[in-house]
């Protein structure tokens, strides 16, 4: 697959409730609940860790993007 190739259709069907995970850890998040959307996403990198890379990829983008916006203790 080339960078700009697109993944086969079943593949980007199988990140739809990724996909829609993320945007409500989002919203969450823009609610001012950046810390529960951070545990959360960390729960579900656990939990997909193993069997769908791909998931955990896009997991771990957010998470790591999340954790900026915690306040510093």
């Known amino acids: 697959m080339t960078a700009h190739a697109l993944p086969p259709a079943d593949a980007r069907a199988a990140n739809i409730p990724v996909r829609v995970l993320i945007a409500s850890l989002q919203a969450l998040a823009d609610a001012g609940e950046p810390d529960l959307a951070c545990r959360l996403a960390g729960q579900a990198c ?6 769908n890379p791909a998931a955990w990829h896009h997991l771990n983008v957010f998470l790591h993007r999340m954790i900026q916006r ?3 203790d």
């Open 70 to 72: 915690l306040p510093a």
């Open 46 to 51: 656990a939990a997909v860790r193993h069997d």
